[in-house]
């Protein structure tokens, strides 16, 4: 009974470049979530996708950050031309289809992003 | 604006006593979860509160989602070292998407 997988575990990018951040969901997950955790700072939502649809990105910044959850494989989040500024923590997070008002959400133990 | 705060923010006790740790909001949530998270690690389910008044105990734990359900607040019996960690609440709010929105947390430290 496998959880939330992500990888790689730690990334270190030179200012400039692309980092990948891959998710697998728990297995009959159909909902997946990226929350980013700052420095001294708490969890911040960023975007909740469904497979080939994102449904919401109000927590995206607005340029160089993407997200996508294709039919087959992980759900990717991608940083273009990553900035010191993006150091943090990405946890990954998934849930079973909804069921009444519950929004249980389990998380994945997360990428280091270091930018140096 | 953090529409979830928590207190305290910082707890230091000792093993065997007991503690509550608060999480307050002005706005009305569907559910509340409760999370523990370990350095290093990413943020670990404990527990689920849909109903408001709704309590609910995970061995020596004990939630509780306030009335109006705009609070909710965990008690722990007898400390353990094994309960130190970072706790944190997370609300999804009403008519909105599954985001969650996270508290402030609380840094829970046991000492033997």
């Known amino acids: 009974n496998a ?14 470049q692309e980092a ?3 998710c697998s969901p728990m297995k009959g997950h159909s909902h997946v979530y990226w929350y980013r955790q700052l420095p001294e700072e708490g969890l911040k939502f960023m975007v909740y996708l ?10 995206m ?6 997200a996508e959850f294709p039919k087959e494989g992980p759900s990717i ?5 990553v900035v010191r500024g993006d150091s943090a923590a990405y946890f990954c997070a998934s849930s079973p289809p909804m069921s009444g008002l519950t ?3 389990y998380f994945g133990p997360g990428t280091r992003l270091t930018v140096t | 604006t953090q529409l979830l705060e928590q207190s305290p ?14 999480c307050n909001s002005s706005s009305v949530f569907s559910s509340l979860q409760w999370y523990r998270q370990e350095p290093g690690e990413g943020p670990v389910l404990l527990v689920t509160v849909v109903t408001g008044g ?4 995970l061995k020596r734990l004990t939630f509780q989602f306030g009335d109006a359900r705009k609070d909710s607040s965990l008690h722990i019996t007898a400390a353990q070292p094994g309960d130190t960690g970072l706790y944190l609440c997370a609300g999804a709010k009403l008519g909105a998407t599954n985001k969650l929105i996270f508290g402030t947390g609380t840094l829970l430290a046991v000492q033997p």
């Open chain 1, 61 to 66: 910044p607005k340029e160089r950050f993407s």
């Open chain 1, 103 to 105: 929004y249980e959400q």
């Open chain 1, 20 to 22: 990948r951040l891959r």
């Open chain 1, 3 to 16: 959880g939330v997988m992500q990888n790689p575990r730690h990334l270190v990018r030179r200012r400039g």
């Open chain 1, 50 to 59: 469904q497979k080939e649809n994102i449904i919401d990105e109000s927590g």
């Open chain 2, 9 to 22: 923010q910082f707890l230091s006790i000792q093993e065997g006593e007991n503690l509550t740790v608060y």
């Open chain 1, 77 to 81: 989040l991608r940083i273009q031309q």
């Open chain 2, 54 to 57: 709704e309590v609910k105990k």
